[in-house]
Nanobody, 124 residues
Framework: QVQPVESGGGLVQAGGSLRLSCAASGGTFSNYVMGWFRQVPGKEREFVATISISGTSTYYSDAVKGRFTISRDNAKNTVYLQMNSLKPEDTAVYYC?????????????????WGQGTQVTVSS
C-alpha cells in the first residue's frame, strides 16, 4: 500500500500561484491513479483533479479547470498540483489520494489511500 504525504500549502494572495506536491511511499506508485481533493469546514470533500497511471490523461472539476494542472512523475513517486490564478474560494485543506483502479477516478469513496492534507489559504 502507498502512503501519500502532501506538502507545499501556504498563504498566498488572490491571483497568485502555489504548487502542491504529494510524495507516495510504501508501494508501487505507478500502479495507482492519483487525485487531489479539497475540503472546507462543514462541507463535503470536493474533487479537484485526477490523473491516470501513465500521466497521459487528466480530468478537472469545473471550478479549477483552466487554472490548475495535475501532473505526476512516476520515477519520483510524486504527483503535483500547480495552482494558478488562485481565488479566495480556493481556500481549503487539500488532500492527495491514491486509487487501485484504472482510468480516471472522480469519486472520493473510490480512493484507497489518503494523505493528511495541506492547508491552502488565499487572501483577497
Amino acid at each position: 500500500q502507498v502512503q501519500p504525504v502532501e506538502s507545499g500549502g501556504g498563504l498566498v494572495q488572490a491571483g497568485g500561484s502555489l504548487r502542491l506536491s504529494c510524495a507516495a511511499s510504501g508501494g508501487t506508485f505507478s500502479n495507482y491513479v492519483m487525485g487531489w481533493f479539497r475540503q472546507v469546514p462543514g462541507k463535503e470533500r470536493e474533487f479537484v483533479a485526477t490523473i491516470s497511471i501513465s500521466g497521459t490523461s487528466t480530468y478537472y472539476s469545473d471550478a479549477v479547470k483552466g487554472r490548475f494542472t495535475i501532473s505526476r512523475d512516476n520515477a519520483k513517486n510524486t504527483v503535483y498540483l500547480q495552482m494558478n490564478s488562485l481565488k479566495p474560494e480556493d481556500t481549503a485543506v487539500y488532500y492527495c489520494a491514491a486509487a487501485r483502479l484504472g482510468g480516471l477516478v472522480v469519486r472520493a469513496n473510490h480512493y484507497d489511500y489518503w494523505g493528511q492534507g495541506t492547508q491552502v489559504t488565499v487572501s483577497s
